[in-house]
């Protein structure tokens, strides 16, 4: 009869695999991690404690990466979001506004959780691209807002009270840089759709303001002024600008010289290239 | 710029910002290039005198781990206390790549030279096969260790760990220049002292990082003593005594 209860399945609570049994089938006790026949040397506390540590840093890192990802992804969307206004240095629709605030909360919410995870040193200690991103999110709002370029203070207070999570110097001007792709974008597809360089004051005979081209210039020269404040990265970044500049320069050009020549919302025969579209994860 | 009254595209503490923030990086580096370069001369130098440890006999090692200490690694703990004084001051992180490398190439001379006998102070005198634990690399060093609650300088647990593989693979070297040398009691030892290190390194859940590469690597330095000792017993050349141990 022993052999027939080998066979036939049973059912049980835990239906773990892996459970260790003696050769009577019965359950072993003990953590069931563990190698049961580890010899124990003068040694062994000493790595089982570094293995706890290690474990530690690992389950932290997991998690603040999660963090990341989501909160990555939620920028993203926030970012796709703002690039469907259509006026400069005006408040933002409200259905748009809306949509953004809910979206920043639950990012707040998400870092919220791993604000001791990323306390004191561990700051730099684990990456953190969400972050960069989230940078980029609320800087290109200020940017449609206002027409200027966030502080890194009002970058600061943007995550609020709640979230003591400090946005180092690395994490503000990356996401600068990140912000003049934003601005390309806006630059083609409003100029595309409306024949004119967006600027402050769309509408007025006369002085229109400052247009996105020109402060993307001037961005783009500050940043380019800047010597690297992070190592990494920074030379692939400063060429995207760059090459982000030129384009929103030659539509620029463009408008100038044929502008008048085309019905509004057709497009121009130069490539912008498939960057127009904000990139979805 | 065009010139209206709307607040300029750039509040200039913006740029005093990131230019600030640049050159304090750019000096930080500087510094510690210059403190690296030092430390890592020193290194270089302990780990020439220590390599003589493979054509030393045991009778006469004493005098050599004098030499290890007082010549490479006393003036490179010195350097190690300007780097601690300098680098505290920073984010610990967000630098520390800069000498991680350093720190593990001085703990593994400081390993071999304590597990050969030396390293001893008044109250523990150096003995043959004892691992210098991470404390008391701590303690020789004078910086803290495996810091989490405040941001300074330190030696991490990763650092240690990887130090000791590091002196795995040194006295898998010795084991057999050690038969070379006439001292198969010393091959023994180190054959019974790296299974218990492999036992432990065994213990830890590594992620497919540095760490799991080089402790994978240990085997090798287990496998290597293991056919020497082969060798070894094969001939009968095991002192009766440690027999066991093989």
Do not use: C
């Amino acid at each position: 009869m022993a052999a027939a209860e080998v066979v036939v399945p049973q059912i049980r609570d835990d239906s773990m695999a892996g459970v260790k049994r003696d050769y009577k089938g019965n359950r072993k006790e003990g953590n069931p991690g563990l190698p049961k026949d580890v010899v124990r040397n003068e040694y062994t506390s000493m790595f089982e404690s570094f293995r706890d540590s290690l474990d530690e840093h690992h389950d932290r890192r997991q998690k603040i990466g999660k963090v990341s990802r989501d909160v990555t992804a939620l920028s993203k969307k926030i970012i796709f979001s703002l690039q469907r206004v259509r006026k400069l240095n005006e408040p933002i629709p409200q259905n748009i506004s809306s949509e953004i605030e809910k979206r920043t909360k639950e990012i707040k919410e998400l870092l919220s959780t791993i604000e001791d995870d990323v306390a004191g040193l561990r700051r730099y200690q684990y990456s953190m691209p969400g972050i960069e991103e989230f940078v980029e999110a609320v800087s290109f709002a200020h940017y449609l807002e206002t027409q200027t370029l966030i502080t890194p203070e009002q970058m600061q207070a943007a995550l609020g009270d709640d979230v003591k999570i400090p946005i180092t110097p690395a994490d503000y001007v990356f996401g600068l840089f990140d912000l003049t792709g934003e601005m390309m974008r806006f630059a083609t597809a409003v100029t595309a759709l409306s024949g004119a360089m967006p600027s402050g004051f769309m509408g007025e005979e006369g002085d229109n303001g400052r247009t996105i081209l020109e402060d993307l210039q001037e961005t783009a020269s500050m940043l380019q002024i800047v010597p690297p404040i992070s190592s990494k990265g920074w030379k692939d970044k400063k060429g995207v600008m760059i090459e982000q500049v030129r384009k929103v320069e030659r539509v620029g050009y463009g408008v100038r010289v044929r502008g008048n020549e085309r019905p509004k919302g057709v497009g121009y025969d130069f490539d912008v290239g498939e960057e127009t579209a904000p990139v979805m994860d | 710029m065009a010139s209206n009254s709307a607040p300029a595209m750039i509040d200039p503490a913006i740029f005093q910002f990131l230019q600030s923030h640049a050159e304090q990086d750019i000096d930080v580096n500087e510094k510690l290039s210059q403190i690296t370069t030092v430390l890592n001369r020193q290194i270089s130098t302990a780990q020439g005198y220590l390599s003589r440890i493979h054509s030393t006999p045991t009778s006469k090692i004493q005098p050599l781990l004098s030499q290890i200490e007082k010549e490479g690694i006393q003036p490179a703990i010195s350097s190690i206390q300007e780097l601690g004084k300098f680098a505290s001051s920073y984010p610990y992180y967000k630098y520390n790549h800069r000498w991680s490398r350093s720190i593990q190439n001085l703990v593994a001379v400081m390993l071999v030279t304590a597990w050969l006998g030396g390293m001893g102070n008044e109250s523990r005198p150096g003995e043959q096969g004892r691992l210098l634990r991470i404390e008391e690399v701590g303690k020789i060093l004078e910086v803290p260790i495996n810091l989490t609650d405040r941001d300074e300088f330190h030696v991490t647990i990763e650092e240690y760990i990887l130090a000791m593989t590091d002196l795995t693979e040194e006295l898998s070297r010795l084991a057999m220049n050690s038969v070379t040398m006439g001292d198969i009691n010393l091959t023994v030892r180190i054959s019974s002292f790296i299974k218990d290190l492999f036992a432990g390194f065994q213990l830890l859940n590594l992620k497919n990082d540095i760490l799991r590469r080089r402790v994978d690597a240990v085997k090798y330095h287990v496998k290597k003593v293991e056919d020497v000792i082969y060798d070894l017993s094969l001939r009968n050349l095991i002192p009766e005594a440690k027999e066991e141990a093989s």
